[in-house]
């Protein structure tokens, strides 16, 4: 164990947020003498087992990362990476058609990677949606507590002093849950966003092939005329029944025209 590490036993343990969670008792290793988890008296909710790798230690204190922030950060990095490098491959083919069977092999594999990040992305969102829960749970329970000290104030059971710091502990862990929401909320949005830049990227040539494919075959199965697809212009005030009046109307006129 190195200095660093044995450094980091009897201190205290807070979140991200500054929320107390405990003190660090000591340490589980591998058989190579590499910390595993550390082992937090979290006092009357008694020990808990936290990754190694989660924890950060600043100055005279010990910041736990929580799990879901860990897991946002590996999809984020390696998903952007992928996409990168995507990008990068598909400019090469523009540039030079002739290394386009050479670079589908990598292709594919990294679209084979962008599928297993998406498998890991969606048990990150469904991690990130449970801590919101949570947060609106424990909100819940914190403006209960600081709404009963305020009727125990009014009622003359505790002194103003009492009420008052109840309250400074409620706002301040209040507003901690709000920062971490804020966070959770920004995480969500970074995944979503790379969601669509990887759709974006991955969505023009299949759809560039059904477009082909239903300007060239009817749903029967047959050749359409260049008349055929020229579809009617859409009425600009009319409701949705109105249109359909209209599309059979441009019919009968073109079936008129014909005739005569």
């Excluded at 002194?159 to 969500?188: A, G």
């Excluded at 990887?198 to 969505?203: G, P, W, Y």
Aim: proline letters at 3%; one cysteine or more.
């Amino acid at each position: 164990m190195s200095k660093d590490e044995v450094s980091i036993i009897g201190k205290p343990v807070k979140d991200m947020y500054g929320t107390t969670i405990g003190n660090v008792l000591g340490t589980l290793t591998h058989i190579d003498g590499c910390i595993q988890t550390v082992g937090v008296d979290c006092g009357s909710e008694g020990l808990k087992q936290i990754p190694y790798d989660q924890i950060v230690l600043q100055g005279d204190v010990v910041i736990y990362v929580p799990g879901w922030r860990m897991d946002a950060q590996k999809i984020l990095k390696e998903k952007r990476l992928t996409l990168k490098r995507l990008k990068a491959l598909m400019g090469i083919i523009s540039e030079n058609d002739a290394t386009k069977s050479d670079a589908d092999l990598i292709h594919d594999t990294y679209k084979t990677k962008l599928m297993e990040l998406d498998e890991a992305e969606s048990k990150v969102r469904d991690e990130l949606s449970t801590r919101l829960d949570e947060l609106d749970g424990q909100e819940n329970t914190v403006k209960v507590i600081l709404f009963d000290a305020k009727v125990q104030f009014k009622s003359d059971e505790i002194s103003d002093y009492t009420f008052e710091s109840v309250k400074k502990q409620c706002n301040n862990l209040l507003e901690r849950m709000s920062h971490e929401r804020v966070e959770v909320n920004n995480v969500q949005r970074r995944i979503e966003e790379l969601s669509l830049e990887c759709m974006e990227l991955t969505q023009p040539k299949k759809e560039m092939i059904q477009e082909s494919a239903v300007s060239y075959l009817d749903t029967s199965g047959n050749t359409l005329t260049e008349h055929e697809n020229i579809l009617p212009e859409p009425p600009m005030e009319n409701s949705e029944p109105s249109m359909q009046t209209t599309i059979g109307a441009q019919n009968n006129y073109d079936g008129s025209t014909e005739s005569s």
